[in-house]
Antibody, heavy 116, light 107 residues
């Protein structure tokens, strides 16, 4: 079965950093882009960026560039989203998704709560 | 960057009604348009790709049309389980921007 399995929920304090993982199974991880999508509480889907695990080619949307880092380790079929200097406004659900044209497979989501 | 605008932002309809949601791209995107359904508290699910292609398992009451800048998602006969927020997305090139969403409720 094709799956993306994300790391578990996190509670962090302002100023801390965080790295969320997304492991792909059941398909050739290196031949599909992996995207990251943010959903703030009660809000819509925001495309953050995307990585091609085969060569780590990465693209970001301007509003997230410099604020987050997307990476991948193809040896373990895992993509990562790193958030630094966390603020309360980073509180959100973060999804990874496989790009097969459209986003056909989604991870279960990782809830990140930033609170002092 | 290309902006994606959905309308309406919310709508309420009765079971059995025909429901239409529109999505407009600020520039042409050919048919590189997807629709997603997100039920409350759930993960988004791909509903339509390439503007009109239903993945396996998606009920045939859902359909999509359009190309270029104007697209439509239609539910031919609304069912209670269709209560969700629907998003369009362009995926021809990065950024793969989503529309702001349309919240669909049962009247």
């Amino acid at each position: 079965e094709v799956q993306l399995v994300q790391s578990g929920a996190e509670v962090k304090k302002p100023g801390e950093s965080l790295k969320i993982s997304c492991k792909g199974t059941g398909y050739s991880f290196t031949t599909y882009w992996i995207a990251w999508v943010r959903q703030m509480p009660g809000k819509g889907l925001e495309w953050m960026g995307v990585i091609y695990p085969g060569d780590s080619d990465t693209r970001y949307t301007p509003s997230f560039e410099g604020q987050v880092t997307i990476s991948a380790d193809k040896s373990i079929s895992t993509a990562y989203l790193q958030l630094s200097s966390l603020k309360a406004s980073d509180t959100a659900m973060y999804y990874c998704a496989r790009r097969a044209g459209a986003f056909d497979i989604w991870g279960q989501g990782t809830m990140v709560t930033v609170s002092s | 960057d290309i902006q994606m605008t959905q309308s309406p932002s919310s709508l309420s309809a009765s079971v059995g009604d025909r429901v239409t949601i529109t999505c407009r791209a600020s520039q042409g995107i050919s048919s590189y348009l997807a629709w997603y359904q997100q039920k409350p508290g759930k993960v988004p699910k791909l509903l339509i790709s390439a503007a009109s292609t239903l993945p396996s398992g998606v009920p045939s009451r859902f359909s999509g049309s359009g190309s270029g800048t104007d697209f439509t998602l239609t539910i031919s006969s609304l069912q209670p389980e269709d209560v969700a927020t629907y998003y369009c997305q362009k995926y021809n090139s990065a950024p793969h921007t989503f529309g702001q969403g349309t919240k669909l409720e049962i009247k």
